[in-house]
């Protein structure tokens, strides 16, 4: 039998860089991952030319675990325009944008009837407090978003027709139930810097993330799937694909939610699910923006030219564009109702749009209803930690530090005291 310091279950991004960390500090590490490359969630693929990401990803590169783990200046990321184009109930087409980084589209923003004064009042009301004084904020009782919506007097066009379609879809979560003080405090990292992606694909992320712990001396092994671990003397016996039993002194489980329970004796987490449509248009759609349909008038939760900001994501001549859905069982989007509501939000011209592919993405991003948790502990057992996004927070943010934390669970260090920015 091989005996390593640490094996690592689990390549994604929490796996990866608790493997950097312990590489780092000289611990034999090895990590094994069940799928044939690294990236868990994050995944790129290309088909027929172009960049598809399994599902409708974007990389905020405020996070600070983000900026502690990578150099991002190397990702190449593109930013997407802070703006949105929304589809109102009354089925005319709206604009809303920053109005320091999109001057020009001021007059449209003042336009388009999205905002008024009480709704300003009202977004002041939700997320100044967690600007201004963050840790008194988070440390106030929790409430669902929507609650929290409510008692800041947030209950116009602003609310119903752009952050409520706005945050669905980043939360995979329509009913407005996912707390709020996680929901303030994600508002809130989006204000530093605007959310773009790699030009390469969101796996640019875990593969940068590879690079890096496997420069530091971790040994990285793909198509291993793990069977079984079991505590014998002192020690873990590590079952895998194409392995013999491996031994090691700490175990860290990186899966994500939905594969905890088969590995460890801890519950698995609620998750939420996406499906993203992947289209190729040979005209240039209608707009460059994130679209919204303000009106729910479909399945579609949003929309973006992906190509409008990375021409390299679609061939020359064409554009690549994503639609992406809520996805639960009992709510599964058919072709002809995502068609006839993109017909809706860009026109005729898109009713000719080839399909790419779909993606349906079951278990896209753990839930988080309130109260928002407290980190919880990596160490689950003896010389057994876990680690992933369902431990700390449904983000990129969330994944990244959950691994950094389980890094010095078992290493046997604190982190140090956690910022206010999940």
Not at 108 to 125: E, F, H, K, N
Not at 227 to 232: F, I
Not at 385 to 402: F, K, M, N, T, V
């Amino acid at each position: 039998m091989q005996t390593q310091d640490v094996v690592v279950i689990g390549a994604g991004l929490a796996g990866l860089r608790c493997a950097a960390e312990l590489a780092a500090r000289g611990r034999e590490v090895v990590v094994l991952e069940a799928a044939d490359r690294v990236g868990g969630r994050q995944r790129t693929d290309r088909v027929d030319g172009f960049t598809l990401d399994r599902g409708f990803h974007v990389l905020n590169t405020a996070y600070p675990a983000v900026r502690s783990a990578v150099d991002v200046g190397a990702l190449d990321v593109a930013a997407f325009p802070t703006a949105v184009r929304v589809r109102r109930t009354d089925g005319s087409m709206a604009t809303l944008a920053h109005p320091l980084r999109h001057p020009q589209l001021l007059p449209a923003t003042l336009a388009g009837g999205l905002v008024t004064p009480r709704d300003v009042v009202g977004l002041a009301r939700w997320l100044g407090p967690i600007v201004l004084r963050p840790r008194t904020a988070v440390a106030r009782p929790d409430r669902t978003i929507g609650e929290g919506w409510d008692a800041a007097g947030l209950t116009g066009a602003l609310r119903t027709q752009v952050l409520s379609p706005f945050f669905s879809g980043v939360l995979a979560d329509s009913s407005e139930t996912t707390s709020d003080t996680y929901v303030r405090l994600l508002a809130r990292s989006f204000l530093p810097a605007a959310a773009g992606l790699p030009r390469a694909g969101i796996a640019a992320l875990p593969v940068a993330l590879a690079s890096r712990a496997r420069a530091a001396g971790a040994d990285i092994r793909l198509d291993r799937r793990v069977s079984r671990l079991r505590r014998r003397d002192g020690r873990w016996e590590v079952d895998a694909l194409g392995e013999t039993t491996l031994l090691a002194r700490d175990v860290v489980v990186a899966v994500g939610a939905e594969a905890v329970e088969g590995l460890v004796d801890v519950p698995g987490p609620s998750t939420r699910g996406l499906q993203t449509w992947w289209f190729s248009a040979e005209e240039t759609p209608a707009s460059t923006l994130l679209t919204l349909d303000g009106s729910r008038g479909g399945p579609i939760v949003n929309a973006l030219a992906i190509s409008a900001t990375i021409p390299e994501a679609a061939p020359h001549g064409r554009h690549l564009v994503q639609a992406t859905c809520l996805w639960s069982p009992g709510q599964v989007a058919s072709e002809s109702d995502v068609r006839a509501q993109l017909v809706r939000l860009y026109g005729q011209d898109s009713a000719s749009w080839r399909l790419l592919r779909r993606d349906d993405i079951p278990h896209a991003l753990p839930a988080l209803p309130p109260p928002m948790r407290r980190s919880s502990p990596a160490r689950i057992g003896p010389g057994l930690h876990l680690a992933g996004d369902h431990r700390e927070s449904p983000s990129i943010q969330g994944a990244l530090q959950s691994g950094l934390r389980a890094a010095r669970s078992v290493l046997g260090e604190p982190l140090p005291a956690r910022s206010s920015t999940r």
